[in-house]
């Protein structure tokens, strides 16, 4: 695994109607930032935000960070002009709220091809409701669709408490199905998860606990409201030292010509199968990311 992966441990959402906002997230260290139209801009404003975000994109400044516009719900008067204005700011994703089935990424991908789709824009899809818990194999299979351009699921876990009823209580434990769920199909679809949002910002030590459960889970990063929560979300999400060291070690040594045709071998006292050495290259290239971006 030689191409270096784009780290996805912390994308943090920005009120597109807050031009200081978006001015200073060109100095947060970042790994995605979410322009957002929809939850966090006022009806009255959309039209406001949406220039302000076009502005902002189209002028640069945020270096290497992954730049995300959130546009308004498909079935909102405001869905056309953000996607307009989408393809025009030209972002390195576009994230679709309330996505209950393919057919709504679909939708996208047809409206954006007649808009001029730009080569490398991607979809990000929110999963946020009881049809896409239900439907999460089949939109997480877009992945495997160039077509559609599906590159990240992000969990919408206040829609998703909304419409069901649940209760977000710590440990989460009845979110737990879903979010292992959405998990499960993002991995088929060939594609990266981050986790939801943790509302209590002043609550440090217990976001810490989240991002670890949601790594412990397989997630990829988690979705921030505050630049408060971005150093715990990237050790979180970051992998150790000893982890990498571990991994350069055990893939070394399959890569010995008398290792070429094992499937285990036998590293410090430790049975290690070849299965770990591949899985040990996405923390390899991951580590190998992070370091290329501080100290670029």
Partial sequence: MTE????RRSALYMPGSNSRALEKAKTLDVDCLILDLEDAVAPDVKAEARSQIKDAVSAGGYGDREVV????GLDTDWAD???KMAVEANPDAILIPKVNAPSDLEHVSQKLKVLGWKEGLKLWAMMETPQAMLNAAAIGACGRDPAVGLSCFVMGTND???ETRAQLTPGRFAMMPWLMTCVAAARAGGID???GVYNDFQDLDGFAAECVQGSEMGMDGKTLIHPKQIDACHTAFSPSEAEVDWARKI???FDQPENASKGAIQVDGKMVERL???MGLRAIAIADAIAARQSA
């Fill in 4 to 7: 270096l992966l784009r780290p």
């Fill in 69 to 72: 516009i959130r546009i308004n």
């Fill in 81 to 83: 002009d953000d996607l």
């Fill in 160 to 162: 998703l408490a909304k």
């Fill in 193 to 195: 998860i981050l986790d």
């Fill in 251 to 253: 893939n070394a040594i």
């Fill in 276 to 278: 770990h050495a591949d």
